[in-house]
């Protein structure tokens, strides 16, 4: 797989809205990938290995019902990120995300992301500002 372009305008909005210089210190950790349609991000109950930045196409974020039935609490596009909960602390979530529309996005493995995160800097703003953006549409659904 090739990686991303050193241009912070590649298409995802959180990483387009990075500084130049905290942009290039996330570019080495970044992999560009295709995904295809239905093409799991992470699992239910799974530690999550990466976090996503969508350049094309769209994640659905699920909730996991008792009875294995699967509940739509969000996408993702590229305005945003998939592995929230990593932001968030956690290691593993009670929600699966895959693939819904075919596309292409930028990944992370989590713990080069919360290396980052530990930096303190302008991504953490910025995530938190999505953060709250996206428990709005969550809470709407």
Same mark, same amino acid.
């Given at each position: 797989?090739?990686?991303?372009?050193?241009? #912070?305008?590649?298409?995802?909005?959180?990483?387009?809205?990075?500084?130049?210089?905290?942009?290039?210190?996330?570019? #080495?950790?970044?992999?560009?990938?295709?995904? /295809?349609?239905?093409?799991?991000?992470? /699992?239910?109950? @799974?530690?999550?290995?990466?976090?996503?930045?969508?350049?094309?196409?769209?994640?659905?974020?699920?909730v $996991?019902?008792?009875?294995?039935?699967?509940?739509?609490?969000?996408?993702?596009?590229?305005?945003?990120? $998939?592995g929230? #909960?990593?932001?968030?602390?956690?290691?593993?979530?009670?929600?699966?995300?895959?693939?819904?529309?075919?596309?292409?996005? $930028?990944?992370?493995?989590?713990?080069?992301?919360r /290396?980052?995160?530990? @930096?303190?800097?302008?991504? $953490?703003?910025?995530?938190?500002?999505?953060? @709250?953006?996206?428990?709005?549409?969550?809470?709407q659904?």
């Open positions: 797989m090739s990686s991303p372009t050193s241009s #912070p305008g590649l298409g995802n909005r959180i990483l387009a809205a990075l500084p130049a210089n905290e942009y290039q210190r996330l570019l #080495p950790s970044l992999e560009f990938i295709t995904l /295809e349609l239905k093409d799991s991000l992470y /699992e239910k109950d @799974q530690t999550i290995e990466y976090v996503y930045f969508p350049l094309s196409g769209m994640a659905s974020i699920l $996991v019902l008792d009875d294995n039935t699967f509940i739509e609490a969000g996408i993702v596009g590229n305005e945003g990120m $998939v929230l #909960p990593v932001f968030l602390g956690a290691e593993k979530t009670t929600t699966t995300a895959f693939y819904q529309v075919i596309g292409e996005a $930028v990944r992370m493995r989590s713990e080069h992301f /290396e980052e995160i530990r @930096q303190n800097g302008a991504l $953490v703003s910025i995530l938190q500002r999505y953060t @709250q953006a996206f428990l709005t549409l969550v809470a659904t």
